[in-house]
């Protein structure tokens, strides 16, 4: 099985700041790498899909690269609707049968 | 408006069963393969098993395999996850995703609101 790592857990910061998310997939999975968003008492959003092609409605502050095993997501600058938890998912996997980070939770400093 | 509506949660004993359902509208349901996720109350998510378009592929994750069962009725755009011999690990958040085609990397691009199975004696 391919298990995925994040870090940090979590992360404080303040509205305006930059921030990266680090994702580590346990052997390599090319591009196939997701980021969601989600907030308390909410499904998932989808953000980032293939690594880096942004998800049709997100804001151009969100930014995904990388590929094989090392992946990031940025946020260029933080709005207050930004606070929240962020998962990675990698879809490599045959069969299909796919996994996700531990989430990291980003938090108003 | 491509929506998914999960039901079917609630609260059951250890032991029991519930099935949880999954209306989609909006896509063609038929064309895509369909997944549930379950999240722990205060953990992460948790893919939990998955099915082909025609049914005749499925998979799930190691802890549910013998007892959870996925099934999908594509006349009536519906997904459902048949659970048995349900444990108190398995109280969580039910959410059923599409499955996005491979231009978009295999992403689960919608989610439905989701479904509470509370497992308590």
């Known amino acids: 099985d391919i298990q995925m790592t994040q870090s940090p857990s979590s992360l404080s910061a303040s509205v305006g700041d930059r921030v990266t998310i680090t994702c580590r997939a346990s052997q390599s999975i090319s591009s196939y790498l997701n980021w969601y968003q989600q907030k308390p008492g909410k499904a998932p959003k989808l953000l980032i899909y293939?690594?880096?092609s942004l998800q049709s409605g997100v804001p151009s502050r969100f930014s995904g690269s990388g590929s094989g095993t090392d992946f990031t997501l940025t946020i260029s600058s933080l709005r207050p609707e930004d606070f929240a938890t962020y998962y990675c998912?990698?879809?490599?996997?045959?069969?299909?049968?796919?996994?996700f980070g531990q989430g990291t939770k980003l938090e108003i400093k | 408006e491509v929506q998914l509506v999960e039901s079917g949660g609630g609260l059951v004993q250890p032991g029991g069963s519930l099935r949880l359902s999954c209306a989609a509208s909006?896509?063609?349901?038929?064309?895509?393969?369909m997944n549930w996720v379950r999240q722990a109350p205060g953990k992460g998510l948790e893919w939990v098993a998955n099915i082909k378009q025609d049914g005749s592929e499925k998979y799930s994750v190691d802890s549910v395999k013998g007892r959870f069962t996925i099934s999908r009725d594509n006349a009536k755009n519906s997904l459902y996850l048949q659970m048995n011999s349900l444990r108190a690990e398995d109280t969580a958040v039910y959410y059923c995703a599409k499955r996005a085609g491979p231009y978009s990397y295999y992403t689960m691009d919608v989610w439905g609101q989701g479904t509470t199975v509370t497992v308590s004696s």
């Open positions: 909006g896509f063609t349901f038929s064309d895509y393969w």
């Open positions: 998912q990698q879809s490599y996997s045959t069969p299909p049968m796919y996994t």
């Open positions: 293939g690594a880096s």
